[in-house]
Structures are given as structure tokens and as C-alpha cells.
């Protein structure tokens, strides 16, 4: 109780700090032409490709001022594309005649990699290490490319051997049209199983291994996207999936399925909203974000599964200092009746999905929300690392930032199968602690965190996304 009085001090004494009012800069007055817009240092990314982010277009009329902040929300919309490390930017006012030439120069970074992957069975990295079983590794290749031909277009293809079986395909191209609003991709997906979680006892996922491939599913899904402006955009999908199981994993938990049957096709359907205002997307400082998904699964009159799902969050980011941040943030997850597969229907315990503190356990449930916020301190800010004797740009110019802070998280999940033993269904979960975030190229985020739940079990943790 004490550690939680003095993180709700730390969060009002801030909070407060924030209510100082910041003045706008004086605005001279004088009109401005944009004459030219000069982009350089992108050797692979198209040109049409940076215009498109930027909130003012050649010939537009603005004040100085109004220029300044334009560019600055350009850097930003540029700073959550995966195609840059750095950006710089500059105003050449050409003086009497009443025009401008905006310089934007660019750093690339490296956009073609093959990864060797190693993937731990478990749900995540933390659940894997409480066993420590080094068996329950698959490997394989991972191809990535994240500006395929220099047209933003997105190319991954994902290999793995071993223990699990898995392979994908995912392209996606984001413009389509002249206008740059129209957007389209494919995935595909191909894998079998030889160990699959099939029931939740005690509060954590109940693993069972086979010699034989215990699940096999491919699945293959087509999106259509629109983004009319910078901020916005809609996404549909559509989905289906072929899986088969096995009667050992039918025997072990008839709910696993929904259904008696060893074979079903899950065809789904399911539209995407989003609004995304912040600064950058690996470790945001400033801005908000939020979505909010509706999925039928069924959509057919002779499918096997039929009901709704509504998946929404939100997360904020406040500055409240040059070194002090605010971030909070939230999700829910509210499902219709009908018949659900229980491998399909995941409640708290999974992806961004958790209450700190609780990562080695889940809460199966047909509904959940949960909610967090972080108070972090920068205690390095960021600072550029230089390395001379590499010539390569994509890797000779490091950006480091680390920070450290103390968080607070609740969530509840409820209606689902209660499974065995299961002691976290419809409780009220809550968790604190402190950590620290590295951050660094690539979008690379690692956090270390010390985390006390309600149960007052405390633990040691460590994730590769920020928390919020």
C-alpha cells in the first residue's frame, strides 16, 4: 500500500505541473509562398511517398509561423512510417519576393532483412521463461521488407521448422489510386502443431505436447484501406480460416473447438477504425491514439460460429516537462452470445492485453477492459551514437534514449468458460511497480519492470513494446 500512496503522490504532483499554459510563438504576419518543396537523402523511398504525409502542398500561402508548426506535424506524420531514422527539415525564405522553398532531407533506414527466428510456444517471453524449456523453441527465417520498390509496400515472408510448424506470406500495398487513399494487402498463413494450450487451470494455459501435429490451420484474409486525410483510417476485412483438430485435443477439452466436429471453416468479417495523433509509433511522447475493431465471425448461414465482437483502446501521451511524460491508456473487449471456440475467444493474458504483474497468468473471459498509466522520467534523453568506422548510414547513426518510472494497471475479465481452479475470473486485477524503457533504432524497445499484483505476488518482467 505504500508503494502505491507514493506513486499516486508522484502522478497528482505532475499532473499538476502540467497546467502551465504554453503561448503560442508571434506571428510576424507576412504571407508566404511554398515556391518549391526540396526532398534529399531518400535513395530508395519515392518522392510521392513523403508529399503524401505532409500537411501543406507546393503553392499553398501561409504565414511564417503556420509554416513552421505545418512542418513540424509533417515530421511527426513521417516519424510513425517505418522509413526513417532521422529527418531534418529547413525554410529558405527568398527575401522581397514573398516565396519560401522548404528543404527536407532524410536518413533511410535499412529495409531488407533476413532474420534468423527463434519462437517460444507460450503466449509470451516471460511465460516462456518461467519453464525455461529450451525444447519448446522453433527456428526459422523471417524475410522482411518494409519499403518494398521504395513505395511504402510491405513484403514479409515468415518460415518456421522444428517444434512448431508455421509459415506466412503478407504484402500490402498502401496506395492504389492516384489520390493516395486507397490501400490493399493479403495475408496468408499455413501452420501445424505439435503443442497447443487446450484449457486454462489454476489461471494459466494448460500446454500439451504430442508427437503427432495435435492442429493444423491455414488461413488466408484480404483488406481493403482507406486513408482519406493523415490521421484517419478504415480497414476492411475479410477472413476465412480452414483448422482441423485432432481427437487427442478434442478428448482433453470438448470446449476447445465449440463444436463435436474435427473440421470447421471460420469465415469472419470485420471492419477497423483508426485515429492516430502521436509523435512516433515505437515509444510515443506526445499525442493519442486510438481504434476500434467489429468482427462477425460466421458471416456464412452454414458456418459453425455466430457472434460479434467489439475490440476498441485508447493511449495517451503528456509531456510534463522536458524529461517528465504522462501516458495512460485503456481497452475493451465485449463479445455477443453464441457459440465461441474456446482457443479463439482470448480474454486479459494476451498481446497488450494484461494487468502488470500478472504476466504468467490469464483470465478467459467473453468480455474484459483494462487500463493503465505510466509516469516516466527520462533518464538519458535522446542521444545520437556515432560510429566512424562503419560507412553504412543505416547503422553508423545510433539514437539511444532511456527512461525509467513507475506505473499502475487494473483490468477485469468476465463471462466466459471458467475453466478449473481458476481463482481471476470476474475480480477486479491490479497491479504497480517500477521499471526501466531502452529504446533504441529500428523501432527496438526493451522494458524491465518489477511488478506487485493484488495477490502480492511480485516479479520481475521484461517486454519488447512499450506498455501504452
Not at 70 to 79: D, G, I
Amino acid at each position: 500500500m505504500k508503494l502505491k500512496s507514493c506513486i499516486t503522490g508522484i502522478l497528482l504532483l505532475f499532473l499538476s505541473s502540467a497546467a502551465t499554459a504554453i503561448l503560442p510563438a508571434r506571428d510576424s504576419g507576412q504571407l508566404l509562398v511554398v515556391s518549391d518543396i526540396r526532398i534529399s537523402g531518400n535513395r530508395k523511398t519515392k518522392d510521392y511517398i513523403i508529399l503524401r504525409e505532409l500537411t501543406f502542398r507546393l503553392g499553398d500561402t501561409l504565414s511564417l509561423s503556420n509554416l513552421q508548426n505545418a512542418l513540424s506535424e509533417s515530421v511527426k506524420n513521417l516519424q510513425r512510417q517505418p522509413l526513417f531514422h532521422f529527418i531534418e527539415t529547413g525554410i529558405d525564405q527568398q527575401t522581397g519576393s514573398g516565396m519560401a522553398v522548404v528543404d527536407i532531407r532524410v536518413l533511410e533506414r535499412w529495409y531488407t532483412w533476413l532474420w534468423p527466428v527463434f519462437n517460444f510456444a507460450d503466449r509470451n517471453f516471460n511465460a516462456w521463461l518461467e519453464q525455461g524449456d529450451i525444447s519448446r523453441l522453433s527456428y526459422g527465417l523471417f524475410l522482411q521488407q518494409e519499403n518494398f520498390r521504395g513505395r511504402l509496400e510491405k513484403l514479409h515472408i515468415r518460415f518456421m521448422a522444428g517444434y512448431q510448424q508455421h509459415i506466412m506470406l503478407t504484402y500490402e500495398a498502401p496506395y492504389l489510386n492516384s489520390r493516395k487513399t486507397l490501400g490493399a494487402g493479403l495475408i496468408l498463413t499455413g501452420v501445424r502443431e505439435r503443442e497447443t494450450a487446450v484449457i486454462t487451470t489454476n489461471d494459466k494455459p494448460e500446454y500439451f505436447r504430442h508427437d503427432d501435429f495435435l492442429r493444423h490451420y491455414s488461413e488466408a484474409a484480404a483488406f481493403l484501406r482507406y486513408r482519406p486525410g493523415i490521421h484517419l483510417s478504415h480497414t476492411v476485412t475479410a477472413q476465412t480460416g480452414i483448422y482441423r483438430f485432432s481427437d487427442t485435443l478434442l478428448a482433453l477439452n470438448p470446449e476447445y473447438a465449440g463444436i463435436k466436429t474435427k473440421k470447421t471453416l471460420i469465415p469472419l468479417l470485420s471492419y477497423l477504425l483508426k485515429a492516430d495523433f502521436r509523435d512516433q509509433r515505437a515509444y510515443p511522447l506526445s499525442g493519442w491514439y486510438a481504434d476500434a475493431l467489429l468482427e462477425w465471425t460466421g458471416v456464412l448461414p452454414s458456418a459453425d460460429y455466430n457472434y460479434l465482437t467489439l475490440r476498441g483502446s485508447v493511449r495517451w501521451h503528456l509531456p510534463l516537462t522536458q524529461r517528465w511524460n504522462l501516458a495512460a491508456g485503456g481497452a475493451v473487449k465485449l463479445s455477443s452470445h453464441g457459440t465461441k471456440p474456446w482457443f479463439r475467444n482470448q480474454g486479459l493474458g494476451y498481446q497488450r492485453d494484461y494487468v502488470r504483474g500478472y504476466e504468467y497468468q490469464v483470465v478467459d473471459g467473453d468480455n474484459f477492459w483494462v487500463t493503465k498509466a505510466n509516469l516516466r522520467y527520462a533518464l538519458l534523453p535522446l542521444k545520437i551514437i556515432r560510429i566512424g568506422r562503419l560507412k553504412a548510414e543505416q547503422f553508423n547513426t545510433i539514437p539511444v534514449s532511456v527512461h525509467i518510472g513507475a506505473f499502475a494497471d487494473a483490468g477485469r475479465a468476465w463471462q466466459g468458460e471458467p475453466g478449473k481452479n481458476n481463482s481471476l475470473q470476474d475480480k477486479l486485477l491490479l497491479g504497480t511497480g517500477l521499471g526501466i524503457d531502452f529504446v533504441t533504432y529500428y523501432d527496438k524497445v526493451v522494458r524491465t519492470e518489477f511488478s506487485l499484483n493484488r495477490e502480492g505476488k511480485a516479479g520481475i518482467f521484461i517486454h519488447f513494446m512499450a506498455a501504452i
